[in-house]
T-cell receptor, first 117, second 114 residues
Framework: AQSVTQLGSHVSVSEGALVLLRCNYS??????LFWYVQYPNQGLQLLLK??????LVKGINGFEAEFKKSETSFHLTKPSAHMSDAAEYFC???????????????FGQGTILTVHP | DAGVIQSPRHEVTEMGQEVTLRCKPI?????LFWYRQTMMRGLELLIY????????DSGMPEDRFSAKMPNASFSTLKIQPSEPRDSAVYFC????????????FGPGTRLTVT
C-alpha cells in the first residue's frame, strides 16, 4: 500500500523568501504524485502533478516540485513567497495497481504555510 | 466548465436528524469520491464510485452513513441519524479514468451537528 509523509505540519516564511514543503512517499510501484493547495473555506486545488515524464514539474502560481526516486521524495518549492501563498498544502500519491484500486489518492496530513510581511 | 458542484455549502442540524449532501461531478468524469475533513483526522476517503458503481466503501465510518450514485451526474451522501461527531467538512471529487488520475474537488459542505 502507498503512503505519504509530509514533514512539518506548519511552515512559516517571510515574504520573498524561499518556500520548501517536504513530502516523502512510499510505494511498491511507480507512483503518480500530486500537490494540492487548500485556501481557507475552499476545496482542494491541483497545483502540479508528476506522471513519470520530467522529474522537475512546474505548476501554477510559480510552484515546482522535483521527483527524486532515490530519496522517495517530492518536495514542493517556490523561489519567492507571496502573501497570497498562505494556505494548507497537501501531497498525495496514487498508484495504478489495477484491479479495483483505480488510482485511489492517498493524502499526507497537510502543511500549513504562513507568510509574514 | 462549472467544476464539481456541492450543495448545500453549509448545513446545521440537530443530533438525530437525517442529513443529505449532494454532489454533481464534472461532466464526462467516470469516478466520484466522497471525503471527510476534520482537524483531528485530516482528509479521509469515505467511499468512491466508478461508472456509478460503489467500488470501495471501507472508509464509511458506520452504518449511519450511506452513499448513492443513481446516474453519472449526481451523487448523495446521507447520514441517518446524525451525531455531533459527524461535524466536519465533506468534499466530493471527480476524475476521469484515464491519464494521470488527478481528482478535482468541489467547494465542500460544512456540516455542524448540535
Amino acid at each position: 500500500a502507498q503512503s505519504v509523509t509530509q514533514l512539518g505540519s506548519h511552515v512559516s516564511v517571510s515574504e520573498g523568501a524561499l518556500v520548501l514543503l517536504r513530502c516523502n512517499y512510499s510505494s511498491s510501484v511507480p507512483p503518480y504524485l500530486f500537490w494540492y493547495v487548500q485556501y481557507p473555506n475552499q476545496g482542494l486545488q491541483l497545483l502540479l502533478k508528476y506522471t513519470s515524464a520530467a522529474t522537475l514539474v512546474k505548476g501554477i502560481n510559480g510552484f515546482e516540485a522535483e521527483f527524486k526516486k532515490s530519496e522517495t521524495s517530492f518536495h514542493l518549492t517556490k523561489p519567492s513567497a507571496h502573501m497570497s501563498d498562505a494556505a494548507e498544502y497537501f501531497c498525495a500519491v496514487s498508484v495504478n495497481a489495477g484491479g479495483t484500486s483505480y488510482g485511489k489518492l492517498t493524502f499526507g496530513q497537510g502543511t500549513i504555510l504562513t507568510v509574514h510581511p | 466548465d462549472a467544476g464539481v458542484i456541492q450543495s448545500p455549502r453549509h448545513e446545521v442540524t440537530e443530533m438525530g436528524q437525517e442529513v443529505t449532501l449532494r454532489c454533481k461531478p464534472i461532466s464526462g468524469h467516470n469516478s466520484l469520491f466522497w471525503y471527510r475533513q476534520t482537524m483531528m483526522r485530516g482528509l479521509e476517503l469515505l467511499i468512491y464510485f466508478n461508472n456509478n458503481v460503489p467500488i470501495d466503501d471501507s472508509g464509511m465510518p458506520e452504518d449511519r452513513f450511506s452513499a448513492k450514485m443513481p446516474n453519472a451526474s449526481f451523487s448523495t451522501l446521507k447520514i441517518q441519524p446524525s451525531e455531533p461527531r459527524d461535524s466536519a467538512v465533506y468534499f466530493c471529487a471527480s476524475r476521469q479514468n484515464s491519464g494521470t488520475y488527478e481528482q478535482y474537488f468541489g467547494p465542500g459542505t460544512r456540516l455542524t451537528v448540535t
